[in-house]
């Protein structure tokens, strides 16, 4: 198995503040659509893990649950920069694990949702 990982979804309370907040982080732009009652807005993702910011029944966002590591590209700081710009909170500024994994971030969406950024640089 190559990937442990296939696809994560991010829950949003409010599905238009939440696109433009991961769209204003990575400066990209996400699609969207309707399935079956939820709003999804989907991550860019060509050959890699795919997923999408959605709102619906049962989308809670949450700071308890497993916690997802966000690329951060080549240096993690770039999109971090963008946090609270956008209107999320730092929470843990750039930290190195080690040198062989890189570093870490951690911050707060505009949901309510707790996340990680991890880069090796």
Known sequence: ??????????????????????SQIYAIEMDST????YS???FPAKNGIGGAVVTGEGCTPNTTGPLLYLNGGKDLD????????AGGRVIMGKTLINDA?????????TEGN?????SKN
Request: negative net charge; without cysteine.
């Open 78 to 85: 770039v999109v971090l920069s963008r946090v609270e710009p």
């Open 114 to 118: 707790r996340l990680a950024l991890h």
């Open 101 to 109: 994994v890189g570093y870490f971030a951690l911050f707060m969406d």
């Open 34 to 37: 309707e399935i079956n009652g």
């Open 1 to 22: 198995m190559k990937h442990f990982v296939n696809w994560f979804e991010i829950p949003a309370y409010n599905f238009e503040r939440a696109v433009s907040f991961y």
């Open 40 to 42: 999804m807005a989907f």
